[in-house]
């Protein structure tokens, strides 16, 4: 199993950046890809970006594609997602999440362990 925790969240004005962070330990060989998601208030998790643990492949939605950059750090065993250009409707709860095994990426089904969890929040 791999533990992992996020920081990083807080609140921001709409336009503007936020950097969060997901670090893993425990187990980290077994790791194939790192996502993250998010929830809404009232609204399913969605996938947001997920790399390679490697680094060598990305991945985002359509919804942050442009605006979200996600990275990697294995000498640390961090993850990060950049968050620019932040808007209202990008607020919710963010996860990040490993994948043990092979499949697709951007499916929730195939991470198998999860961290707590950061807030995001975009005034308007």
């Known amino acids: 199993q791999v533990q992992l925790v996020e920081s990083g969240g807080g609140l921001v004005q709409a336009g503007g950046s936020l950097r969060v962070s997901c670090a893993a330990s425990?187990?980290?060989?077994?790791?194939?890809?790192m996502g993250w998601f998010r929830q809404a208030p009232g609204k399913v998790r969605e996938f947001v970006a997920a790399?390679?643990?490697?680094?060598?492949?990305?991945y985002y939605a359509d919804s942050v594609k442009g605006r979200f950059t996600i990275s990697r750090d294995n000498a640390k065993k961090t993850v990060y997602l950049q968050m620019n250009s932040l808007k209202p409707e990008d607020t919710a709860v963010y996860y990040c999440a490993a994948q043990r095994g092979f499949g697709n990426s951007l499916d929730i089904g195939v991470y198998n362990d999860w961290g707590q969890g950061t807030q995001v929040t975009v005034s308007s």
């Open positions: 790399i390679s643990w490697s680094g060598d492949s990305t």
């Open positions: 425990e187990g980290t060989f077994s790791i194939h890809a």
